[in-house]
């Protein structure tokens, strides 16, 4: 089997980072150099740590070059930056009809395939709904399954709240479901996964930021989720979706057509501090 792992001896200064590094600690330093395991490089998650860690830029995994990274210190945004940033997104539930642009869609995407997955796993699949035209199709198609299932004996024990949305979709063309928004996302994953339902609701709250960050509005949709995915999964896979997967969550998205002022004022977390252990 090719040697995953590729060093530059001429760069590479011997510090050991990358094998320390390793969470499987599948990289051996010989002769002051590192070397793959093979014996057990199938464990290799791919996480890339190796090339990331290294001081020097010598180490090439899987074929990834380091110079193809982007540096890091100094560049990241202050806690400050950050902060304001978490403090200052709020779910949006006016939406401007305007679309979001695919280049801005894909620009957001690429950082959340950042995010982390249990294992390095990285199945989460983003299903979009890009086209207006086509969300609102799917928006009416949503109203009318309800509404179907209104009709044919009524909403299971514990969604009756879900008629609401359809008697104000009926008679004042409100929508509470999907909040008007143009497009939609939603992430699911492998059953087989992990843990595929952490790992899509992670991504989503990273999709969430970078979309606040580029003055997106963004919506979790609960009403959606319970609709769909509990009603009629059916219309989930007519999306595209596998049937192997678990629907972690839904959101909507787009341009707001609301502006916030300043942050909202939240209590502290509920802290609940260790001082010792019997
Ligand atoms: C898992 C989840 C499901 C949600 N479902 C809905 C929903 O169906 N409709 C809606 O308008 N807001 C929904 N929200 C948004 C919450 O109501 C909102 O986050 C909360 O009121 C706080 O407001 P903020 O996000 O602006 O801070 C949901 C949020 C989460 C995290």
Known sequence: MRNVLEVNNETCIGCGECAQDCPYGLILMQNDRPAMDMERVEMCLECHHCLAVCPTGALCIHGCNPDDSQALPGNSPSA???????????????????????????????????????VNNRQVLFTIIEDPQVMDNFRKATYAMLQEKIMNGGLPAGMEYLQEAVVKSRDSGQDIIFR??????????????????????????????MAASMG?????????????????????????????????YMMAFGRPAVIYHRTVQRENCHINRVLNVA
Do not use: N
Not at 89 to 115: G, Q
Not at 182 to 206: M, N, Q, R, V
Not at 224 to 242: D, N, V
């Open 80 to 118: 400050e930056q950050l902060s304001l940033l978490i403090k200052g997104r709020r779910t949006t539930r006016r939406y401007r009809k305007e679309p979001v642009s695919r280049e801005e869609i894909d620009f957001l995407l690429e950082a959340v395939a950042y995010a982390p997955t249990a």
């Open 216 to 248: 997106l509005g963004t919506v979790w949709s609960g009403l959606a989720k319970r609709s769909l995915a509990m009603l009629t999964p059916e219309s989930l896979y007519k999306l595209g979706i596998p049937e192997s997967h678990t629907i972690g």
């Open 180 to 209: 008007g928004a143009p497009h939609f996302i939603i992430a699911s994953a492998p059953k087989t996964g992990s843990s595929p339902e952490a790992d899509c609701h992670i991504a989503l709250s990273y999709f969430e930021l």
